[in-house]
């Protein structure tokens, strides 16, 4: 089936360690985001990505990483200088020609 | 930068009633995007529906339509004949539109839940 995929959906990790959460995608978007959800915060954009090579920092970006060296996948690690790394993830795609975005099912990160 | 605003951090009707969900937007922009997303309690993020700033008509899909202000910077979401499926946290959303194509990304609400009471 096409679509957004994310792996794994329940992450756990201990403080100090870096993670990287998976985004797949078959639907040859161009574009890529990475949001996170806290309660009550609705969605915040993290990094997002245009083209294969390139990417951008969105209104979080401070101890997160991503890279783009294929046009489906859009890893988004989690680095240690993340200070309050516990929320849901969600990673989405676009053609960018009418502005939907299509969504992953999300991954929740939990930091013990 | 962008700012949405959802004022009603929840709100509760009975099934088969009508509910409309605010949403104002701060932004000096001319061409944009609004859009209305709904997250149930499996969390996946589902379109529910999309409005271009240029176009006068509110969109409409179905039992849900928007209105749409675009000198008042509003544009709520009524809902019809609400089902127990409607059940959901609902999040209004901005997006500049770019001229060439391509998408910095959307600008979220902090979304409103909407609870349909059977």
């Known amino acids: 089936d096409g679509g957004i995929t994310q792996s794994p959906k329940y992450l756990f990790r201990k403080e100090g360690q870096n993670v990287t959460l998976s985004c797949e995608q078959n639907l040859n978007h161009d574009a890529m985001y990475w949001y996170r959800q806290d309660p009550g915060q609705g969605l915040r954009l993290i990094y997002y990505s245009q083209i294969v090579n390139d990417f951008q920092k969105g209104d979080i970006a401070e101890g997160y990483s991503v890279s783009r060296e294929k046009k489906e996948s859009f890893p988004l690690t989690v680095t240690s200088a993340q200070k309050n790394p516990t929320a849901f993830y969600l990673c989405?795609?676009?053609?960018?020609?009418?502005?939907?975005?299509?969504f992953g099912e999300g991954s929740r990160l939990t930091v013990l | 930068a962008q700012t949405v605003t959802q004022s009603q951090p929840e709100m509760s009707v009975q099934e088969a009633e009508t509910v409309t969900l605010s949403c104002t937007y701060d932004?000096?922009?001319?061409?944009?995007?609004l859009f209305w997303y709904k997250q149930p309690p499996s969390r996946q993020m589902i379109l529910v529906i999309r409005?271009?700033?240029?176009?006068?008509q509110n969109a409409t899909e179905n039992r849900f339509s928007v209105n749409f202000q675009k000198a008042a910077k509003s544009f709520s979401l009524k809902i019809s004949d609400s089902q127990l499926g409607d059940t959901a946290m609902y999040f209004c959303?901005?997006?500049?539109?770019?001229?060439?194509?391509?998408?910095?990304?959307?600008?979220f609400g902090k979304g409103t839940h909407l609870i349909i009471q059977p």
């Open positions: 989405a795609g676009s053609q960018g020609l009418t502005g939907e975005l299509f």
């Open positions: 409005q271009e700033a240029y176009k006068q």
């Open positions: 932004t000096s922009e001319n061409n944009y995007y």
């Open positions: 959303a901005f997006m500049k539109r770019r001229v060439g194509g391509g998408a910095d990304g959307l600008t």
